[in-house]
């Protein structure tokens, strides 16, 4: 026989820790967080989550399967934190505008964790909440369903794709990350006509565009093809 789903709230370990903490899937999340920005993914394991938490590390299996339900439970706290406090207000595309710089500023918060966690189905609350309200907006803007589901992967998938390569970015050491900003000047800047032409004369531009994210654009021209796509079908 298939052995029984122990219900969370029995699971969760009522007595205090030695140092007098309450355990929870939210603090071990928020402590795994922490790790994360602390020492990066190799940091992140059962025994130093159990140190930090004051707690042995086999408690921590009363509230995750393993240390990958853990990876899946701090992608969708992340979502969490981007959906906090929002409320559609009708108008499509700013509603997904907000929806996505919001996502992608939440998972750049935590680069180390994007960079476990974008990749990731998690199939949890907060995720399946993002899900139905960016399908709910499109759908009551009047995209038919297909367009509707078309929309919608392209808005996750470069949502997530841009938060991976920018979390990327920030999780390198400062040093490597200040050298590959300054080749837009070191190297881009000082190249000649004759050679490259093109780049040249971009290269003022290319080095004040190119230390910046490049999501809001991107964002701001799927929202346009989409809306084009919207006013084709109506």
Request: hydrophobic share 45%.
């Amino acid at each position: 026989m298939p052995k029984a789903v122990v219900p969370e709230e029995k699971r969760r370990r009522r007595r205090p820790t030695k140092s007098g903490t309450v355990l929870s899937e939210a603090l071990i999340v928020e402590t795994a967080l922490r790790l994360l920005r602390e020492h990066g993914s190799a940091g992140l394991t059962a025994r130093r989550l159990g140190l930090a938490l004051d707690a042995d590390p086999s408690t921590l299996y009363r509230y995750f399967r393993g240390m990958d339900d853990l990876t899946l439970a701090i992608g969708d706290a992340l979502i969490g934190q981007a959906l906090r406090g929002w409320r559609p207000t009708g108008q499509w595309r700013a509603d997904l505008r907000t929806v996505g710089l919001r996502i992608h500023a939440a998972y750049v918060g935590h680069p180390q964790a994007a960079l476990l966690t974008t990749n990731r189905v998690t199939g949890r609350a907060n995720e399946l909440a993002a899900d139905e309200a960016v399908l709910d907006v499109l759908r009551t803007a009047g995209f038919p369903l297909p367009e509707t589901v078309r929309v919608y992967h392209a808005f996750i998938d470069q949502t997530l794709a841009f938060a991976a390569l920018d979390a990327a970015s920030l999780a390198l050491p400062s040093a490597a990350l200040r050298a590959d900003e300054a080749m837009w000047r070191s190297t881009y800047a000082r190249l000649p006509r004759t050679t490259h032409p093109r780049i040249a004369e971009a290269a003022p531009l290319l080095a004040t565009r190119m230390v910046t994210s490049a999501y809001p654009t991107a964002l701001e021209m799927l929202l346009d093809s989409a809306e084009a796509r919207l006013e084709a079908v109506r």
